[in-house]
C-alpha cells in the first residue's frame, strides 16, 4: 500500500467534520482552509502539488501545482504528520452544509472522480489531479466544463456535498439522467456524458437549463441535493443590492419588521 493507512470518525449532521487519527509517521494532505483542529505533536507543513509519488522531483512539483491552477484551486496544499509516539487527531471541516464522504479508492479501482470544489482531504500518497473531458458537448454545457479533479492511489479520501447526498450503483448500460451540478462524482467505470431536455416548452419554461447529465454503468455515482451553486444563487437573489432594500423576508411591516425582530444591518 502506498498511501498511508488512516482511521478517520465522522461528526455531525448538517455541518459535519471528519476527525482522522494518525499513527506515528502518517500523514494526511487537505485543501488549503479546511483545517478545524489538531492535537499538540502534529506538525503542519505548507506543500506543492499533492505530494504523491507522482509529484517527486522540481519538475514534478511544478506540474503538480499547476494542474490545482486548473482546477480553480489554490497551487498549495497542507500537509499534517504526527511525528510523536502515540496516536494523533486532526480534523477538518465542510466549507458550508451537507454531507462528507469518504472514498476508499481500493473499492473504486484506485481512481474515482469528482467535482472540483468536492474534495476535502485525503491519506497522503493519494493523487489529486485533473479529469479532461474528451466531450465538446460535455465541456461546453456539463456544468464543470472540462475538467473535473481525479482522486488516484489505494488510499482513504473525502469528499464533501451540499444537502443530502445519495449512492446509486449502475448496473452496466444503465443510465441515470442528473441535473448538471447535483453530480458529486462517479467511479471510474461509469461513462458521463450530456444530454439536451428536449421539447420547446421543457427548454424555455422548465426552468432546469438545456441539458441533463448522463451517468452509464457499471459503476458508483454520488449525487448531492444542494449544489453550491443554487444555494448561492437562491441567497443572492433575496439579498439585498448597493442602494437597495431588504425583502424582508415577507413581512407585511417591511423595514419596521426587521426593526422589531432585531435583524438590523448598519
Request: with cysteine.
Amino acid at each position: 500500500m502506498t498511501a498511508h493507512e488512516i482511521d478517520y470518525t465522522i461528526y455531525g449532521e448538517e455541518m459535519q467534520y471528519v476527525e482522522i487519527e494518525l499513527d506515528p509517521q502518517e500523514g494526511v494532505i487537505a485543501e488549503a482552509g479546511s483545517f478545524m483542529m489538531m492535537d499538540d505533536g502534529i506538525k503542519m507543513d505548507t506543500i506543492f502539488g499533492d505530494g504523491s509519488q507522482k509529484d517527486q522531483g522540481v519538475m514534478g512539483k511544478i506540474f503538480g501545482a499547476g494542474k490545482r491552477l486548473l482546477t480553480g484551486e489554490s497551487l498549495f496544499m497542507t500537509a499534517f504528520y504526527n511525528e510523536v509516539v502515540g496516536k494523533k487527531r486532526v480534523s477538518f471541516a465542510s466549507p458550508y452544509p451537507g454531507k462528507i464522504i469518504p472514498i476508499d479508492l481500493t473499492e473504486y479501482g484506485g481512481k474515482f472522480v469528482c467535482q472540483k470544489d468536492a474534495f476535502l482531504c485525503a491519506a497522503k500518497g493519494v493523487s489529486v489531479g485533473i479529469e479532461f473531458s474528451r466531450k465538446l458537448g460535455r465541456g461546453l454545457f456539463g456544468g464543470e466544463g472540462f475538467i473535473m479533479q481525479k482522486l488516484e492511489g489505494d488510499g482513504m479520501a473525502f469528499v464533501h456535498a451540499g444537502g443530502t447526498t445519495a449512492k446509486k450503483v449502475l448496473q452496466p448500460g444503465e443510465k441515470l439522467k442528473i441535473d448538471t451540478g447535483c453530480i458529486i462524482g462517479f467511479s471510474k467505470g461509469v461513462n458521463y456524458d450530456i444530454e439536451l431536455v428536449g421539447g420547446i416548452k421543457n427548454t424555455i419554461f422548465g426552468g432546469e437549463g438545456l441539458y441533463f447529465a448522463t451517468l452509464t454503468g457499471p459503476g458508483v455515482v454520488y449525487i448531492q441535493s444542494l449544489p453550491f451553486s443554487r444555494l448561492a444563487n437562491r441567497v443572492l437573489a433575496v439579498a439585498p443590492r448597493a442602494g437597495g432594500k431588504s425583502r424582508g423576508e415577507g413581512s407585511i411591516l417591511g423595514g419596521l419588521g426587521d426593526l422589531l425582530d432585531g435583524d438590523n444591518s448598519f
